[in-house]
């Protein structure tokens, strides 16, 4: 039988039945020889042949025998019926020991394609293999339960995120949200796979956890600046908490280079200058440096939208007569809290780098006696460096206030 090619297998399993006669020794030499050279086929063998394969390894009494092919008995039993597989390692015994062991080594892919026709098994799989959830064709097998997440390990949880990112899933965001580092869940945010929506939602869950926003923002590693618009427009100017340190969204900004449209770079202005002005910001005069000479040229042009113009304007203080437009508001607004909170001096002297810009500043700060004061130590600041537009600035502040 072993001599025709390929051998017949099947033949030989059923001729097995007439060995009895020989004595049970001489009948298993007989048999671990055909199992031999099944399992050496293990894929391609008939169905009958794949059972007495399974027989062979619940009865046989040779442990080396057992070894020899109970690794490549789970896995081919996986390929053939994942649900058994299952049921083998529920019920213990020695398949239940081979199945269990194979399970443990078996390619990631072959699982993935055993668990699109039986979802209803991910549990027990994914216990046993949790790198499944790290997998973005994991995800997309469309009955997997999201309820899975929750047997992610937390050091893992950045890579899991960003496969659910892909995947399109966002129901377990907010899960997921809860125990990931925050710098991991940037990298994830920004891996660039998923899209607007799923992005959009992943977003939400987030602000909805205000401690982890906070963290995520404040961990120095966003670099697009479309993530902090994208953030900002999906939040309030004073949604985000600032109990101590820097302001989170001022670490962000730091940190984000990558350049976005002028109207994105509108709005991302107009929302960490309605932050600066609030109540919520420890790093006001900061977020105003960064915020005062795009927004006012977005005022002065005219180029805001008109919600995007309420983000900010709604929070400007009303001047007098000759304060009514918008950028004279801006400016006054931007003098009064410098002066009447008592912000750092040498922020105002550089808090543009347009030199119209900081002398009608210079101007409006000089109006008042209290002012001119504040004027006085923007100079001294000036006047201890080196660069010959802040000498300039210590000099029209000098005529200002002699």
């Known amino acids: 039988m072993f001599e025709t090619s390929p051998p017949d297998l099947s033949r030989a399993v059923k001729a097995l039945g007439s060995l009895d006669g020989l004595g049970s020794r001489q ?21 009958d042949v794949f ?6 390894l619940e009865h046989g009494s040779n442990p080396n025998e057992h070894t020899a092919f109970a690794k490549g008995l789970g ?21 239940g020991r081979a199945s269990a062991d194979a399970l443990s080594d078996i390619d990631p892919d072959q699982l993935v394609v055993g668990l699109k026709e039986n979802p209803r098994i991910a549990r027990q799989i994914v216990e046993a293999r949790p790198c499944l959830l790290e997998r973005i064709d994991f995800w997309r097998i469309p009955d997997i339960e999201e309820g899975l997440v929750r047997l992610v390990k937390d050091a893992a949880a950045g890579r899991v995120a960003a496969a659910l990112l892909a995947a399109g899933r966002f129901g377990p965001a907010s899960l997921i949200i809860e125990r990931v580092d925050p710098g991991d869940l940037v990298l994830a945010l920004e891996s660039g796979e998923a899209d607007e929506l799923v992005l959009a939602a992943w977003l939400e869950a987030l602000l909805r956890n205000a401690n982890k926003a906070a963290a995520v923002l404040a961990s120095g590693r966003v670099s697009r600046r479309s993530t902090l618009v994208a953030l900002a427009r999906a939040s309030g100017p004073d949604g985000v908490p ?15 280079s990558e350049p976005i449209s002028q109207s994105d770079e509108d709005y991302l202005a107009a929302f960490l200058m309605a932050r600066a002005l609030g109540p919520r910001s420890r790093s006001r005069a900061e977020l105003i440096c960064f915020a005062y000479t795009q927004l006012y040229r977005a005022l002065d042009q005219n180029r805001l939208h008109d919600d995007v113009e309420r983000l900010v304007t709604w929070r400007l203080d009303w001047g007098g007569w000759f304060q009514s437009d918008y950028c004279s508001r801006l400016k006054a607004t931007v003098v009064r809290r410098f002066v009447t909170d008592h912000l750092d001096p040498e922020i ?33 600041h000036l006047m201890h460096t080196n660069q010959r537009d802040n000498r300039a600035r210590a000099d029209y502040i000098f005529d200002k206030i002699k």
Not at 27 to 47: C, K, L
Not at 51 to 56: A, G, H, N, R
């Open 27 to 47: 009948a298993r030499s007989v048999r671990t020889m055909v199992a031999r050279r099944a399992i050496d086929e293990v894929d391609a063998v008939s169905e």
């Open 51 to 56: 059972e007495f394969l399974v027989d062979t």
């Open 75 to 95: 896995t081919a039993l996986w390929r053939r019926s994942p649900l058994r597989i299952v049921e083998a390692i529920t019920s213990g015994g020695v398949l």
């Open 242 to 256: 600032n109990d101590y340190g820097e302001d989170p969204w001022l670490i962000a900004v730091r940190s984000a």
């Open 348 to 380: 105002f002297g550089r808090l543009t780098d347009d030199d119209a810009l900081s002398m009608s500043l210079i101007d409006e700060m000089a109006e008042t006696g209290r002012g001119r004061r504040y004027l006085v130590e923007v100079r001294n």
